[in-house]
């Protein structure tokens, strides 16, 4: 089946360590993305990537960062520079400008 | 990218339809108009899009006003497991280099409740 694949769904860190957040997909979609959810809000854009080597910043970039090495996978790392990780964590991929799949999600909670 | 205005919360008995509105007064000529849901604790689902012409799709139709600065999301028999937070965004119609415009802007939605 194809789709997008984030792990883990839940994930518990101490406060001060990075953790890398999980995504991959397997639709072949040139372009992926990560977003943030703070409860009972909307979604907010990380970073996004429209082809391999290539990324740029969305409008809450601080305290994170990505790579894109390959096609099918775009990790997001959360530094011990963000001062508020706890959140739902959203990856999700396009091809061109049509709609966006999305992930089940990665919620993470600093303890 | 236009901002959108939405209602907060909506009931709909199952099995009725259910209309959706959303107000985008600022859209430009060559901005979609695209709906999402999310049930909770999953991630988003796309439903439609359009740009000036009524579309219809297995999940829904979408009806969008003659001045564009309006839409209708409609269910046309709503089931419990069409309780989700709704999403209407509007979203440039070109792509550049750069990604920008494939941004989608969420704002807070409807929350719809289908009741038994």
């Known amino acids: 089946d194809g789709g997008i694949t984030q792990s883990p769904k839940y994930l518990f860190r101490k406060e001060g360590q990075n953790v890398t957040l999980s995504c991959e997909q397997n639709?072949?979609?040139?372009?992926m993305y990560w977003y943030r959810q703070d409860p009972g809000q909307g979604l907010r854009l990380i970073y996004y990537?429209?082809?391999?080597?290539?990324?740029q910043k969305g409008d809450i970039a601080e305290g994170y960062s990505v790579s894109r090495e390959k096609k099918e996978s775009f990790p997001l790392t959360v530094t011990s520079a963000q001062k508020n990780p706890t959140a739902f964590y959203l990856c999700?991929?396009?091809?061109?400008?049509?709609?966006?799949?999305f992930g089940p999600g990665t919620r993470l909670t600093v303890l | 990218d236009a901002k959108t205005t939405q209602p907060p919360s909506m009931d709909c008995a199952e099995g009725r339809a259910a209309n959706l509105p959303c107000n985008h007064s600022?859209?430009?000529?060559?901005?979609?108009v695209y709906w999402y849901r999310q049930i909770h604790s999953q991630g988003p689902q796309y439903i439609i899009h359009?740009?000036?012409n009524n579309e219809t799709n297995e999940m829904a139709s979408l009806i969008i006003t003659e001045d564009r600065k309006s839409s209708t999301l409609i269910l046309p028999h709503a089931t419990l497991r069409d309780t989700a937070v709704y999403y209407c965004?509007?979203?440039?119609?070109?792509?550049?280099?750069?990604?920008?415009?494939?941004?989608?802007?969420f704002g807070t939605g409807t929350l719809l409740a289908v009741q038994p």
């Open positions: 600022t859209i430009s000529g060559n901005e979609y």
């Open positions: 965004i509007v979203r440039g119609g070109f792509m550049n280099y750069g990604g920008a415009t494939n941004k989608l802007i």
């Open positions: 999700a991929s396009s091809t061109g400008y049509n709609e966006q799949f």
């Open positions: 359009g740009l000036k």
């Open positions: 639709l072949n979609h040139d372009a």
């Open positions: 990537s429209q082809i391999v080597n290539d990324f």
